[in-house]
């Protein structure tokens, strides 16, 4: 179900209610560099359970990696924003808990966007492995009890198949 669907659903049937907290938080829980916002919706679902979801009306179908700073493309800010040591991934204790949506009115493609994603994450490997290795809750979620070394090979191989949950977090909607 889209994200804003499943939002109207919960809303109409009572099971979610947007209250000054949620509207507060919204685009303020992974600043990066100096963007105003940096996670369009934040909501909780109930106490212990809340997505933030990164909404991007881009067409990416032209572009060839993604911390290329022009014009449709996905500057290395927009990748810190998910990675970064400030980033969502710093911040969610699972990888359900995170979406970054590119609109299906553009032209854009779930393998290519994985794949754009699976060269930012070879590229930044060092930064995305320690963001996630800081978040020890999202690091007992990914990794469970592997020692550093065996995580690392872990995530190395999870983001070398863009097939794996590592990239469950991209969406099309």
Do not use: P
Request: overall charge positive.
């Amino acid at each position: 179900m889209k994200a804003y669907k499943y939002i109207l659903f919960l809303l109409f049937f009572g099971l979610l209610t947007l209250q000054q907290v949620h509207a507060d938080n919204v685009g303020k829980l992974f600043q990066t560099g100096n963007t105003s916002k940096s996670c369009d919706i934040y909501y909780k679902i109930s106490a212990d359970q809340e997505i933030f979801v990164e909404l991007k009306n881009v067409d990416f179908s032209n572009i060839n990696d993604l911390s290329v700073l022009n014009t449709g493309t996905i500057s290395m800010q927009r990748i810190n924003q998910v990675i970064g040591a400030n980033g969502a991934f710093s911040r969610i204790t699972n990888l359900n808990q995170y979406q970054w949506v590119a609109t299906s009115l553009k032209n854009n493609d779930l393998n290519h966007l994985k794949q754009l994603w699976k060269k930012a994450f070879i590229e930044n490997e060092t930064t995305a492995f320690q963001t996630i290795w800081n978040n020890t809750e999202l690091r007992g979620s990914l990794f469970g009890n592997r020692t550093e070394q065996l995580a690392r090979n872990y995530f190395n191989t999870l983001i070398n198949n863009e097939n794996s949950i590592i990239f469950n977090f991209i969406k099309i909607e």
